[in-house]
Structure formats: C-alpha cells, structure tokens
Nanobody
C-alpha cells in the first residue's frame, strides 16, 4: 500500500511560481510512475506531468515548458515546480502513482489570479 501526502499550493498572481510536494511512503518498490494531475472546476481530471522510476519525464502540452516534475529519492518526494502560471492553471492538483493508482485525496488548491 502506498500513501501520499501533498503540500504546497495557494494563491499566486499570473506569471508567478509555486512548488508542490508529494511525500510517498509505503510500497514504493511497486511504483513505476509518479504523476501530478489537476482538475479545474467543471472539467475532468487531467494528467499534467509524470516521472518514471528511471527519471523519464512527460508533460501535457498545456504545461510543457512551464512546469517541471522532479523527485528526491532520498526524501521519497516528488515535486512539481510551476512557473509562468496562468489563470487557466487554477485547479485542484493531485499526486498519484502508477500502475497501482490509489484512492484520490483532497488535493491541493492552486489559484492563479489575473
């Protein structure tokens, strides 16, 4: 069983930056991908960034070039550095893992003001 604890987020002006953190514990050996998702009001949850156990990263087109996913293996933590934030980045952000995705938590609110 994997447990995830998300932190970071908040309110920021457009053009600003935020960093989200996700501490992972439990059956870490089972994880192949560590992912960040987001869900904006009235929209479906979408995958915005992922990092594999080998360090390969992938991003959605909407965040490519602005967001960076990284991990600190010593701290069992995955980060999402978000730069040049736009109002359309406003959403609740979630971390999760694959292949054994766990139940969704409350996530972290990120609000980008104009």
């Amino acid at each position: 069983q994997v447990q995830l604890v998300e932190s970071g987020g908040g309110l920021v002006q457009a053009g600003g930056s935020l960093r989200l953190s996700c501490v992972i514990s439990g059956s870490i050996f089972s994880i192949v991908f560590m992912d960040w998702y987001r869900q904006a009001p009235g929209k479906q949850r979408e995958l915005v960034a992922s990092i594999s156990r080998y360090g390969t990263t992938n991003y959605s087109d909407s965040v490519k070039g602005r967001f960076t996913i990284s991990r600190d293996n010593a701290k069992n933590t995955v980060y999402l550095q978000m730069n040049s934030l736009k109002s359309e980045d406003t959403a609740v952000y979630y971390c999760n893992v694959r292949p054994n995705t766990i139940a969704w938590g409350q996530g972290i609110q990120v609000t980008v003001s104009l």
